[in-house]
């Protein structure tokens, strides 16, 4: 069935913010890959991703002028005087941008109160558009989600990581592994119904917080792996200095489960 996604006027922003933005993106793929600079911690960077942060943050700032902004590209402070702070990744899975592959995308969500409370992201290759209201669901092209279990007729279902997962951890998760290289497109497979666990060892708050809404709204779990929880976001710290082990499930008992057999390497 296909529900209509309700959308206040700050999702409807969010969404078409994030459509825009990977129209934008596109003018800048290239199947056979692009140029690609390498930042000082040794992440990806290339010139569309300049471009992309850019437009959202003109945008966020010509209609929402009272809030903060917190973005991979340019502030990584989180505001000490914003109740709504938008957190951006304007092309997450860059690695996989620049050399020509599909899976990346644009990441928008807008906090309150250092809480996630909208959410869209925008992977234009694959046509899906994921939206999120805290209360009100979550969706894909406007078809509400659910995470949900393995199912017994389905006997195919997945295990979504990074490509760090590995070699960090010892894992002796049941299920099939698969390395997607967008952490933002990784923790959505759970809250689309394809994957039952997915595990990101070292992202960014922009990476993941708009899926972690996402994957909240379809009834999924989403926390840290171990330590203090990552909402509600602390004013004055630098988050570009922050990375956290990220575990999602379909369910309490599947995130229990992952978490039994995921353990740090010695």
Known sequence: ?????????????????????GELLLEYY?????????????TAVTEADLAADSLISESIRENFPEDGLLSEEANTIYPDDKSGVWVVDPLDGTTNFSLGLHYWGVSIARLIDGQPDTAALCFPML??????????????????????????NQPFTFFACCSRSHRRYDI????KTRIIGSAAYGLTTVARGSAVLAFE???????????????????????????????????????????????????????????SKIALKA
Do not use: C
């Open 1 to 21: 069935m296909v529900y209509s996604a309700p959308m206040n006027d700050v999702l409807r922003f969010t969404s078409n913010l994030a459509k825009k933005t």
């Open 30 to 42: 290239h199947p056979s890959g692009i140029t690609t600079s390498i930042k000082e911690d040794r």
């Open 127 to 152: 046509g899906e558009l994921y939206t999120a209201q805290r209360g009100e669901g979550s969706y894909l092209n406007g078809t509400r989600l659910a995470a949900k279990s393995p199912d017994n």
């Open 172 to 175: 002796k998760v049941r299920y």
């Open 201 to 259: 060892v070292t992202p960014k708050i922009w990476d993941f917080s708009a899926s972690w809404l996402v994957v909240q709204e379809a009834g999924g779990v989403i926390q840290v792996l171990d330590g203090d929880p990552v909402y509600p976001l602390s004013p004055g710290v630098d988050y570009a200095r922050n990375s956290f082990p990220i575990l999602a499930a379909a369910t309490p008992e599947l995130w229990s489960e992952g978490r």
